[in-house]
């Protein structure tokens, strides 16, 4: 072996081993960058943790409010139990969402289907007013005791989707069941 055959293999060696260190540091590289989808996944997390604490807020707020209200004088206590509820439009509903819908059904909530509302049914949760009251704990309990296929839902947003429904936002519902198609962010 002369001089200038190793001399060629020095360099060849050299030149593997570049390449191979540059590879092997792209993939390092590559694998501590988030991708878009874990990105995406986790922004959906924390907008599902969001309706979540959004309907316990309210459920908080409408329990402090009812024992405000037993503070309140007589007066001003009939004007709060008497104060209208908000009246259902079906024609409203109808263009919003596209397709009829009956006052109270349970299934124009995004996730809910014949099954689940029958459920709620069976803990006297029968209107919209009703679910939207109902904490997304209680809503994973009336699953639970559906059994096993049932436990896959996510009923986090449920309440506000009902209370949304009970108020007549309809186009805020569309909006918001369009942006969260079959339940998923």
């Not at 316990?56 to 409010?65: G, M, Q």
């Not at 104060?83 to 124009?108: E, H, Y």
């Amino acid at each position: 072996m002369d001089f200038q055959d190793s001399n060629t293999w020095y360099w060849i060696i050299l030149a593997l081993t570049g390449i191979v260190a540059g590879v092997l540091g792209y993939l390092f590289g590559k694998s501590d960058v988030p991708s878009a989808p874990d990105n995406f996944s986790e922004l959906s997390k924390l907008d599902i943790e969001n309706a979540k604490l959004r309907a316990d807020l309210e459920i908080c707020k409408k329990r402090l409010s009812a024992t405000n209200t037993s503070k309140v004088s007589p007066k001003v206590s009939n004007k709060i139990a008497h104060s209208p509820t908000p009246q259902f439009n079906a024609d409203a509903a109808r263009t919003a969402l596209g397709k009829k819908v009956k006052l109270d059904d349970l299934k124009i909530v995004e996730g809910i289907g014949p099954k689940i509302e029958t459920l709620f049914h069976n803990f006297d949760i029968k209107t919209w007013k009703a679910l939207s009251e109902t904490s997304a704990d209680t809503c994973q309990e009336v699953l639970d005791s559906g059994g096993k296929r049932f436990r896959i839902h996510d009923p986090a947003s449920w309440p506000m989707q009902a209370k949304m429904a009970y108020e007549g936002h309809w186009e805020q519902l569309s909006e918001w069941q369009e942006k969260h198609r079959a339940g998923k962010f």
